[in-house]
């Protein structure tokens, strides 16, 4: 299957640029990951065409999940400085931050640490499994239910902000 789909990798990368340019060839690497654990070839292909639609959802999925998760903060942070926001915006993202923060610290050690180490290196999910010898299975869906947590418990605070 890999070795029919890495014959339209330029069809991939161009579906990829639509949610990143920069990162888009990154993307399709992460994504050829996932449908080798994931898929199969008739999902991929149907008869001799590569089946676009699916491909997009993938690549979607992987792009939501493995790069604009994990540098959303980074892009708040530049935003912020980027538009000299006043004090008062700068006190309300510092009151949201420390309010995140205290909610990342009441979970035990193990959810915590692997939380953090996340957001807080360049590691994509597979480096961090490899690395820590925890299964990629595993940290994915940690990091998937405490990101669900997070959101549920500050996206109120988050879409008050004037950011």
Do not use: P
């Not at 942070?77 to 004090?87: G, H, M, Q, R, S």
């Not at 597979?126 to 940690?142: M, P």
């Amino acid at each position: 299957m890999l070795e029919r789909l890495y014959k339209h990798q330029d069809t991939l990368i161009e579906i990829a640029k639509l949610f990143d340019k920069n990162l888009a060839e990154d993307i399709v690497q992460e994504t050829y990951i996932k449908l080798h654990q994931y898929s199969t070839e008739e999902k991929c292909f149907t008869g001799e065409k590569l089946n676009k639609s699916y491909l997009f959802i993938v690549i979607r999925s992987v792009y939501i999940t493995s790069f604009y998760n994990k540098f959303i903060t980074v892009d708040l942070v530049d935003n912020i400085v980027e538009n000299a926001f006043d004090i008062n915006d700068e006190i309300e993202w510092y009151k949201f931050r420390t309010k995140c923060e205290a909610e990342v610290n009441s979970w035990d050690v193990y959810d915590k640490k692997l939380f953090t180490i996340y957001r807080d290196s360049d590691l994509s999910i597979r480096k961090l499994a490899k690395e820590t010898g925890i299964s990629f299975v595993s940290i994915f869906h940690s990091l998937k239910s405490h990101k669900k947590k997070l959101r549920e418990l500050f996206q109120e605070d988050y879409d008050n902000l004037n950011l």
